[in-house]
Each structure stands twice: as structure tokens, then as C-alpha cells.
């Protein structure tokens, strides 16, 4: 089993976790006298900026101004108060997105309001897009921009699910075991499981349960972070199969 694929049991999509978080993200960063407000914010930027400014790249704008939109679209949403009117009832938060931005970047008022770098809206810093974030030379791709977009989504929000699983073991302090686990969340070093019961100082039966552990909380936490923009839990499932299909492009 890869951890994308779905769970057999019907019960585990119905995973009580996904109950307090389904569209919490959208809900909460759209809501400035929220508590969370900032933090659920950060959330959606870690998972959409690259996507967003790969969106305006393939539509060719250059790295520098193509940046400036990606932090000027944040805010609008805000500006706009479009979090707030986005509607789970309606579908994918990541299709609602996309239609937002490129109306954003259609209409040349808005396009003034991204040059401003922050519009006095107090958010995340223009200077603090991921670390990962394109450099200026990005691989030459022939993808449409809505395909490159679903891409760097579907690489986003496994990136944001193995920080949280990474975070976890942190908080245990497991770091360094998590560090030894991390290679084998495919079944790619599958092969190599004595070698690495020997470095954890374990048997091989419980490593192989330490791995399966690893690998089945990665996949919970890949729903969880699914789960906080869309509108019921049969799109979770929906949004897993896409996260799929991309990542095989």
C-alpha cells in the first residue's frame, strides 16, 4: 500500500478529526479578530503560495513581479473579505482559488493593489513566501498553468503534511528517530528494513510496526490537511484521488 492509497475500512473516512477541521482553515484566516486568525493564515499560504506564483510564472510574469501578484492576491482574499464569502457547500477551496486569482489578475485595479506589497493589511511578509520558493529560473515546463498550479498544490500539501508528521515526533522527542523513518515512508527502502532496525536498535518485527505507524499517520495527516478546504468528507477522498493523479504527471 502507498500511503496515498484509500483506506478499506468506511469508517476511517469518517475519522472524527476530519469533523472539527473540515474548511477550519478558510473559516478562521478569514477572520481577523479570530484567536487564530494570523496562524490559519500562514496555513494557507504555506500550502498555496507556490502554486499561486507558478500559476502567474507559466502565465509570464517575471519571478519579481510575479511574487509582487502572489503576496498582493493574499491581500485581496483579505481586502475582499473572499474567505469569508467562499462557500464549502459550493465545492474544492482550490477551485474557488484559482477562479479568484484569475479574476484578480484580469482586472488592472487589482493588479495595482498587488504592487503595493501589503496595502496595509497586516499579514504574512512579503519577504516570507516558503523557503522553497521558485527561484528566478524555474525548469522549463510545457504544463497549461491550471495543470502546473495542481501540481505544486498536490507537492504543497504533502510538504505541509510531513512538516506536521515531523512536529509530532518532535513533540515526543523522536526527532532523530523520525529522521531514520522518514526515508521509508514508501515502500521504496522496503529492502533495507534490517539495516534499519539495527541503527533504531530494534527487531525487525517492531520496526516494520514502527514503519507501518509512520506511514499510516502520514496518510491521516494528508487528509487532514485536505480536510481544512473543502466542504465534506467525500471530497477529501475526491481531493486525494487529484493529489494522485497529479503527482504521476
Not at 42 to 56: D, H, K, Q, T
Not at 97 to 116: H, P, V
Not at 199 to 226: C, E, H, Q
Request: charged share 30%; glycine share 6%; aromatic share 8%.
Amino acid at each position: 500500500m502507498t500511503v496515498l492509497e484509500r483506506p478499506s475500512s468506511a469508517s476511517s473516512r469518517r475519522d472524527a478529526v476530519f469533523q472539527s477541521t473540515l474548511w477550519s482553515q478558510v473559516r478562521v484566516a478569514g477572520r481577523p479578530d479570530a484567536p487564530n486568525a494570523r496562524q490559519a493564515l500562514e496555513a494557507l499560504c504555506r500550502v498555496y503560495w507556490n502554486p499561486i506564483y507558478a500559476f502567474l510564472r507559466r502565465c509570464g510574469h517575471d519571478h519579481h513581479f510575479a511574487k509582487d501578484l502572489t503576496q498582493g492576491f493574499f491581500v485581496y482574499l483579505l481586502e475582499e473579505d473572499l474567505l469569508q464569502k467562499a462557500n464549502p457547500e459550493r465545492g474544492r477551496f482550490r477551485s474557488y482559488l484559482l477562479g479568484s486569482l484569475k479574476f484578480f489578475i484580469s482586472n488592472q485595479q487589482a493588479r495595482e493593489r498587488a504592487l503595493k506589497r501589503g496595502g496595509g493589511v497586516t499579514m504574512v511578509s512579503v519577504d516570507a513566501e516558503p523557503a522553497d520558493a521558485q527561484p528566478a529560473n524555474e525548469p522549463f515546463t510545457t504544463m497549461t498553468p491550471e495543470r502546473l498550479f495542481d501540481r505544486k498544490w498536490a507537492l504543497a500539501v504533502l510538504g505541509e503534511a510531513m512538516e506536521r508528521l515531523a512536529a509530532e515526533y518532535r513533540r515526543v522527542g523522536m526527532a532523530e528517530e523520525f529522521a531514520l523513518l522518514q526515508p521509508h515512508l514508501t515502500g521504496d527502502a522496503e529492502g533495507n528494513l534490517p539495516d534499519l532496525a539495527r541503527r533504531l536498535g530494534k527487531s525487525d518485527g517492531a520496526t516494520r510496526v514502527l514503519v507501518f505507524r509512520l506511514r499510516n499517520r502520514f496518510r491521516r495527516l494528508i487528509r487532514a490537511v485536505l480536510a481544512d478546504t473543502v466542504g465534506d468528507l467525500d471530497q477529501v477522498e475526491t481531493e486525494l484521488r487529484h493529489l494522485g493523479e497529479v503527482r504521476r504527471d
